[in-house]
């Protein structure tokens, strides 16, 4: 069996979830949805940027719209937040607490590459 012919789905699940998951943790700082984080997030601080953008770009990700852009975004967000919270502690992720931020950040590069997959707005409306 050719597993080659799911690629187009895969990719479109990978998306999903991965961008799905990077909404509910903007959603949880700023919205307090699905549950109220502690403490509440600054806008005005860069916690609160790199909040809305989780939000953003995990709902532009959840829908396959401007999946491109959005993933390129969220992988230089991932890069930050590595950079910001993890790599000070340790070369190694799995010692900083960094390696789902890591796994986040290449996930988004990878789809910010090959784009949206066959279930997306993008390809709805006929970007590639």
Known sequence: ????????????????????MTFLHGSTKLLDWPYAAAPRIDLASAAGAIAVLELVCGALLVA?????????????????????????????????GGEKTLLYGFVFLALAAVGGGAVSVDRLIGRR
């Not at 050719?2 to 799905?20: E, W, Y």
């Not at 719209?65 to 799995?94: E, N």
């Open 1 to 20: 069996m050719d597993l080659r012919q799911f690629q187009p789905l895969c990719v479109s699940l990978l998306r999903i979830v991965a961008g799905g």
């Open 64 to 96: 396959g719209f401007l999946t491109r852009p959005a993933a390129f975004v969220a992988a230089i967000l991932m890069a930050v937040v590595y950079a910001l919270l993890h790599a000070s502690g340790s070369v190694y992720p799995l010692l900083n």
